[in-house]
């Protein structure tokens, strides 16, 4: 059963004029394709916060995530970073996606191509409560690689 649609009032900036607003490519795509709102060269090891055009509003228990598009990151190794990005329910700012050349070529970005994808997500909130003592599991405190390969 799919999950009830939420209402996230976008509002398009001046430089965002004539582009897209994020949207599904397919009818069961987790993620909407986000486009570029500015053109630019990342050379190889850079990363740029790149413009999108838009500002949203988000409501409240909600948040929206930034992810890669698996495409750019394969083919040329651009990606997200900090992924997945966080855009919270209070922020009214412009949504600008953080790319990073991973790749050995420069790679042109150009105003109006897909950069990333925003999958909106619910936000269960938690506190911390300091105890004196953990309870104990089988892998106890074994690190990073600890439970094989």
Known sequence: MPSPEIRIALKRLPHGQGLPIPTYATEHAAGMDVVAAESLTLAP???????????????EGYEVQVRPR???????????????????ADYRGEVKV?????GAEPFDIIRGER???????????????EV?????TPRGSGGFGSTGR
Do not use: M, W, Y
């Open 70 to 88: 698996s495409g750019l990151a394969l083919k040329h190794g651009i990606t997200c970073l900090n992924t997945p990005g966080t855009i919270d």
């Open 98 to 102: 953080i790319l990073a050349n991973l």
């Open 45 to 59: 090891g850079a990363r740029h916060a790149v413009a999108t055009g838009f500002a949203i509003a988000i409501p």
């Open 115 to 129: 950069i990333a994808q925003l999958v909106p997500a619910p936000v269960q909130r938690a506190h911390f409560a």
């Open 132 to 136: 004196e003592e953990l309870d104990d």
